[in-house]
């Protein structure tokens, strides 16, 4: 999934789930500062000495080192179930990696953050939440699995996750074919809107435990009658102005008190370092991430970037700052869930 989900689509679920719009806000600004978290930093300035942080994402999958191992699986690619009936492919293939929607892993990976009661774990673990279900059939890691039929050399060299499928299944409005599967026919709309029903009903449920089933699949019916209507036409080309256009709905949407009756504001990928970091040239550096496409192998970045805390008296309060200790937590917390159903390759080196 991209930002339209991960920001725009999880602010309104957030709300109408009963969170604040400030809360909604933060939370699904954290659910998509997991795919913008991909540079490693060392920050000096505390009383305690320097900093790091921990990359939740890697802009380039063609050097799939062991380290994605521990991003993936936890924060994009979470294994599911080899045996799913949405599993099924033509060719009879499985893999214990493989993402399915809703798997059990994934729920008490989320769970395990709504227990932490923290908006912004919440948030990351929202991420990888819904991922399963744009995700699914893929593995985060290079896998012939991944392949896509008529791929060629190209397509293998992407064999990471759903990068042989380039981007088609992170767009709200898109229908295409999945031709490994058995069932190739793809419309992730549907996909979108079972995501979106299944994190409304853990957060509701979160925000008052006492909801019974009735009244969460009325309140579910509602919610995805109106994200449908705010993602709006197929898009088949990805076209950036029905792209404005669903924003737009969505923003407009928010406008309303069942969806925390407050302007949501765009999505800015560096409102939260900047706010709590100060980094040399950082303006610069931020541009140029965007006019290159974000391609460098961060994952593989020699040395972390210096900087230094804004307020060295405030900084454990900032938004970024707390942000990046809810992926450590999560990562931590997520790794062990992992050991325990026995995935081979967890310990393989670097692990």
């Known amino acids: 999934m991209d930002i339209e989900f991960h920001y725009y689509m999880t602010y309104l679920i957030a709300a109408r789930a009963g969170f604040s719009a400030g809360q909604a806000e933060t939370l699904a ?107 699914q059939n893929f593995v985060g890691r290079r896998a012939a699995f991944n392949d896509m039929p008529d791929g060629g050399l190209v397509g293998a060299f992407l064999s990471v996750g759903h990068g042989a499928a380039g981007h088609q299944p992170d767009h709200p409005a898109l229908v295409w074919q999945d031709r490994r599967l058995s069932a190739p026919d793809v419309d992730n709309r549907l996909r979108f809107l079972d995501a979106a029903e299944a994190l409304f009903r853990r957060l509701a449920r979160h925000i008052n435990n006492a909801a019974d089933d009735a009244f969460l699949t009325s309140e579910a019916a509602i919610l995805r009658q109106h994200l449908d209507a705010d993602i709006g036409p197929s898009d088949p080309t990805t076209d950036d102005t029905l792209r404005a256009a669903r924003i737009a709905r969505y923003q407009a949407r928010a406008l309303q008190p069942a969806y925390g009756g407050a302007a949501l504001p765009d999505y800015d990928e560096d409102a939260w370092f900047n706010s709590a970091v100060l980094e040399r040239d950082a303006t610069l550096r931020q541009r140029a991430d965007r006019l290159l496409g974000m391609m460098a192998d961060y994952v593989d970045q020699s040395d972390a970037l210096p900087c230094a805390w804004r307020d060295p008296a405030t900084y454990s309060q900032s938004d970024w700052f707390r942000f990046v200790e809810a992926v450590k937590a999560h990562q931590n917390a997520c790794w062990a869930l992992l050991e325990s159903e026995g995935l081979p390759g967890l310990d393989a080196p670097g692990m």
């Open 29 to 135: 600004h954290a659910a998509q500062s997991v795919d913008d978290n991909h540079i490693k930093y060392q920050i000096t300035g505390a009383p305690n000495g320097g900093y790091n942080n921990y990359i939740s994402q890697s802009m380039n999958i063609l050097k799939p080192t062991t380290q994605l191992l521990r991003i993936y699986p936890i924060f994009h690619f979470i294994p599911g179930d080899p045996d799913a009936p949405s599993a099924q492919r033509s060719d009879g293939q499985q893999d214990l990696w493989v993402t399915t929607p809703d798997s059990a892993v994934a729920r008490q990976m989320i769970d395990e953050a709504l227990a932490s009661d923290d908006l912004y774990r919440i948030g990351v673990a929202a991420h990888g939440y819904v991922d399963t279900w744009a995700h």
